[in-house]
Nanobody
Framework: QVQLVESGGGLVQPGGSLRLSCAAS????????VGWFRQAPGKEREFVAR????????TYADFVKGRFSLSRNNAKNTVYLQMNTLKPEDTAIYYC???????????????WGQGTQVTVSS
């Protein structure tokens, strides 16, 4: 059973940056899609970005385009979400997930991490 562990969250001022990590243990990302989702207080969980491990293709939600970017470390079986120019509305718990199909629909992702809190506030 694969386990996904997110890290890198924290408190940052508006305009600042954070880099989140999603590491897989007990399994690999090869052949899968790695998605990032977030859930703000009182809101539903929403798609943020995804990376297709097989070809490196990335897809972003419109509200993060130009600010967030995905990268990976094959040797460490880890995906990174670099978040720049953060806004207060980016405050949420961020989750990574592994799925077999490239999608923004969370139901299509089978394995989830526990989430990491990101708070953007002055």
């Amino acid at each position: 059973q694969v386990q996904l562990v997110e890290s890198g969250g924290g408190l940052v001022q508006p305009g600042g940056s954070l880099r989140l990590s999603c590491a897989a243990s007990g399994g690999i990302f090869g052949g899968y899609v790695v998605g990032w989702f977030r859930q703000a207080p009182g809101k539903e969980r929403e798609f943020v970005a995804r990376l297709d491990w097989s070809n490196g293709r990335t897809t972003y939600a419109d509200f993060v385009k130009g600010r967030f970017s995905l990268s990976r470390n094959n040797a460490k079986n880890t995906v990174y979400l670099q978040m720049n120019t953060l806004k207060p509305e980016d405050t949420a718990i961020y989750y990574c997930a592994r799925g077999s199909t490239g999608s923004s629909i969370e139901l299509l992702y089978d394995d989830w991490g526990q989430g990491t809190q990101v708070t953007v506030s002055s």
